[in-house]
C-alpha cells in the first residue's frame, strides 16, 4: 500500500528564513502530488500540486515544491517565512486506483518565532 | 462561488447516540469525499461517493459507519451508536465531474469536530 512520510513532526524557524518540508512517498507509479495547509480549527487550503510536467511548481503564498522521482520526493519551500506561515503542513498522494483517494503523510506543525 | 459546507461544525454528543453530519459540495462538483482526522494524526480517507452511489468505502470502520450522497441534498456521514473513539475532526471535500487532471483536485470544508462524552 502507498504511504506518505513527512519525516519532521515540528519545525522552527525564524521570520524571514527559508523553509524546506520533506515529503517522501510510496508508490509504484508517480502519482499525483499535493500539499495542503491547515491553520489551527480550520480545514484544509490546497497551496500546490503537481500531476506532470515542470518538475517544480509554484503555488500561492510564495510557496513552491519540487518533485524528485529519483528520491520518491516532493518537498515544500519558501525563501523567506512570514509569521502568518505558523500552521501544519500536509504532503499528500492521489490514490488514482479508485480514481480521488487522498493518502495523507502525518503532518509537520511549523512555528515561526520572530 | 461557495465553497465546501460542512454542518454543524462542531457537535457534541453521548456515547450510544447517533451523530449525523452533513456536506454541500461546491457548486458544479458531483463528487465527495470523507475524511476523519484523528488527534495528532493527519487525515485518514473514509469514502469516496458520486450522486447516488459509493464508489469507495474501504476506509470505513465495518460497523456503525454509513454514508450517502443522495440525487438531492447534502452528503450525510452517519455514525450510530457513537463511542469516545469516534472524536476526531471529520473533513468533507469534493472535486469537479470532470475528466482530465482538474478532477483529481479536491476541495476541502471547514470540518466537524465531534466530541463524544
Known amino acids: 500500500a502507498q504511504s506518505v512520510t513527512q519525516p519532521d513532526i515540528h519545525i522552527t524557524v525564524s521570520e524571514g528564513a527559508s523553509l524546506e518540508l520533506r515529503c517522501n512517498y510510496s508508490y509504484g507509479a508517480t502519482p499525483y502530488l499535493f500539499w495542503y495547509v491547515q491553520s489551527p480549527g480550520q480545514g484544509l487550503q490546497l497551496l500546490l500540486k503537481?500531476?506532470?510536467?515542470?518538475?517544480l511548481v509554484q503555488g500561492i503564498k510564495g510557496f513552491e515544491a519540487e518533485f524528485k522521482r529519483s528520491q520518491s520526493s516532493f518537498n515544500l519551500r519558501k525563501p523567506s517565512v512570514h509569521w502568518s506561515d505558523a500552521a501544519e503542513y500536509f504532503c499528500a498522494v492521489d490514490n488514482m486506483e479508485y480514481g480521488n483517494k487522498l493518502v495523507f503523510g502525518a503532518g509537520t506543525i511549523l512555528r515561526v518565532k520572530s | 462561488n461557495a465553497g465546501v459546507m460542512q454542518n454543524p461544525r462542531h457537535l457534541v454528543r453521548r456515547r450510544g447516540q447517533e451523530a449525523r453530519l452533513r456536506c454541500s459540495p461546491m457548486?458544479?462538483?458531483?463528487?465527495v469525499y470523507w475524511y476523519r482526522q484523528l488527534p495528532e494524526e493527519g487525515l485518514k480517507f473514509m469514502v469516496y461517493?458520486?450522486?447516488?452511489?459509493?464508489?469507495?468505502e474501504s476506509g470505513m470502520p465495518k460497523e456503525r459507519f454509513s454514508a450517502e450522497f443522495p440525487k438531492e441534498g447534502p452528503s450525510i456521514l452517519r455514525i450510530q451508536q457513537v463511542v469516545r473513539g469516534d472524536s476526531a475532526a471529520y473533513f468533507c471535500?469534493?472535486?469537479?465531474?470532470?475528466?482530465?487532471?482538474?478532477?483529481?483536485?479536491?476541495?476541502f470544508g471547514p470540518g466537524t469536530r465531534l466530541t463524544v462524552t
Open positions: 471535500a469534493s472535486s469537479p465531474h470532470s475528466l482530465g487532471v482538474g478532477s483529481y483536485e479536491q476541495y
Open positions: 457548486k458544479g462538483h458531483s463528487h
Open positions: 461517493l458520486q450522486k447516488e452511489n459509493i464508489i469507495d
Open positions: 503537481y500531476f506532470s510536467g515542470d518538475t
